[in-house]
């Protein structure tokens, strides 16, 4: 398996604009979860998903942000509109299970909001 | 209140030094704690965790409930120690969202 994999590695927009993050999930995970990692912050979960339903989005900033899981291998975060306060690193997240503590990382999509 | 804190944003040691990465937390329940590490163009990962009681690379994380803390430590640090560490919350019943602290980036100089 190549992991929890990310698209797009690097993203750099303008103020306004539309932006959609993309995540494919290991094969057989059943919970998903999108973590924003910023220097001043660290990591923040944003939203995490069991078995393809929104379970806690209390971490996703503002109505700006949504995210869906149309599927078991298939999720989106998107920023509509973006901000350059929206620059960070967007990780993606699988685990199998609820509770074993063991998630596995994407690479992290690298967003730049101009 | 769901809490963890790494109070040192960034830990530069010689090689051959004593480590100790500080992680306390904030957990009114048992808690499960976890250790992640990210080295340079690596994913996060996995490094550590308490109810295993397990030494991996050297490194061990006792949990002292008294000082609610969760503290890793190496006895002789390596170059290759040199990563981004990050403490973790399992809060218990929450879908296994993981609650990280703020991260300790490590420096070991040769």
């Not at chain 2, 990962?45 to 994380?61: C, D, N, P, V, Y």
């Not at chain 2, 430590?73 to 990050?86: G, H, V």
Request: hydrophobic share 35%; net charge neutral.
């Amino acid at each position: 398996d190549a992991g929890v994999i990310q698209s797009p590695r690097h993203e750099v927009t303008e103020m306004g604009q539309e932006v959609t993050l993309r995540c494919k999930p290991i094969s057989g995970h059943n919970s998903l979860f999108w973590y924003r990692q910023t220097m001043m912050r660290g990591l923040e979960l944003l939203i995490y998903f069991n078995n393809n339903v929104p379970i806690d989005d209390s971490g996703m900033p503002e109505d700006r942000f949504s995210a869906k899981m149309p599927n078991a291998s298939f999720s989106t975060l998107k920023i509509q509109p973006s901000e350059p306060r929206d620059s960070a690193v967007y990780f993606c997240a699988s685990s199998l299970g609820q509770s074993t503590g063991e998630l596995f990382f994407g690479e992290g999509s690298r967003l730049t909001v101009l | 209140a769901q809490r963890v804190t790494q109070p040192e944003k960034l830990l530069s040691v010689f090689k051959g030094a004593p480590v100790e990465l500080k992680c306390n937390y904030s957990y009114s329940g048992s808690p499960e704690l976890f250790w992640y590490v990210q080295y340079s163009r690596q994913r996060l990962q996995l490094l550590l965790r308490h109810i295993s009681r397990e030494s991996i690379k050297g490194f061990t994380a006792d949990l002292n409930k008294g000082e609610t803390s969760f503290h890793l430590k190496k006895p002789f640090a390596q170059e290759e120690d040199s990563a981004m560490y990050y403490c973790a919350l399992l809060p218990y019943n929450q879908g296994g969202k993981l609650i990280f602290g703020q991260g300790t980036e490590l420096s070991v100089k040769p």
